[in-house]
């Protein structure tokens, strides 16, 4: 069962800034999330991953609330090939390995 | 290229039919994943090995699925007596012993006619 849930679409403007939510009310404190992006007709790749502080690298931010209830990704300056599904993914331990639960990820479009 | 890879891309097959599928994961990653993706969700875990040993596996993989990873490199994925509802892109991730992140390759997509 998914442990997060994201809008499904939105819209963002070349050049600004893209934001998405994701509700993960149910995770555990040692559980990770994790977001992926997914451009058509590939496998996903990896974007970033927090467990409870903000987190940047070259790609991405990664914003966690404090009660770690939900998280928001950003894109800084969007350009035409963000346009992908985005999945923010919880990451759970069970027999020996971490396994990824995605949830059903948003469609976002980035328009010229 | 030293990421996933998966053979082949695409498999159109007729129901009834047995079809197998190939993952050759990053080189020295000894964990590797199956998932199963429908159209508009997201992907599914299927089943996973450390090694060659197959740790778990989901209840969504029917009798009629088999996994082996036989040398603990390359691994397989054969659905027998295939069905329209196995229609899907199936999905082969790795990631090595210290690190968490799974790589992921771009997928086998299956239609069963």
């Known amino acids: 069962d998914a442990k997060t849930t994201q809008p499904p679409s939105m819209d963002c403007a070349e050049g600004r800034a893209a934001n998405l939510p994701c509700n993960h009310s149910t995770i555990s404190g040692n559980e990770y999330v994790y977001w992926y992006r997914q451009i058509h007709s590939q496998g996903p790749q990896y974007i970033i991953h927090?467990?409870?502080n903000n987190e940047t690298n070259e790609m991405a931010s990664l914003i966690i609330t404090e009660d770690r209830k939900s998280s928001t990704l950003i894109l800084p300056h969007a350009t035409l090939r963000d346009t992908a599904v985005y999945y923010c993914?919880?990451?759970?331990?069970?027999?020996?390995?971490?396994?990824?639960?995605f949830g059903t990820g948003t469609r976002l479009k980035v328009l010229a | 290229d030293t990421g996933v890879s998966q053979d082949p891309r695409h498999k159109i097959t007729k129901r009834g039919q047995n079809v197998t599928f190939r993952c050759d994961p990053i080189?020295?990653?000894?964990?590797l994943y199956w998932y199963r993706q429908t159209l508009g969700q997201g992907p599914e875990f299927l089943t996973y090995f450390q090694n060659e040993a197959q740790l778990e596996k989901s209840r969504l993989l029917s009798d009629r699925f088999s996994a082996e990873r036989p040398k603990g490199s390359f691994s397989t994925l054969e659905i027998q007596r295939t069905e329209q509802g196995d229609s899907a892109m199936y999905l082969c991730a790795s990631s090595p012993t210290v690190g968490n992140e799974q790589f992921f390759g771009p997928g086998t997509r299956l239609t069963v006619l």
């Open positions: 927090g467990l409870k």
């Open positions: 993914i919880v990451r759970v331990y069970t027999s020996g390995t971490y396994k990824y639960i």
């Open positions: 080189s020295e990653h000894n964990r």
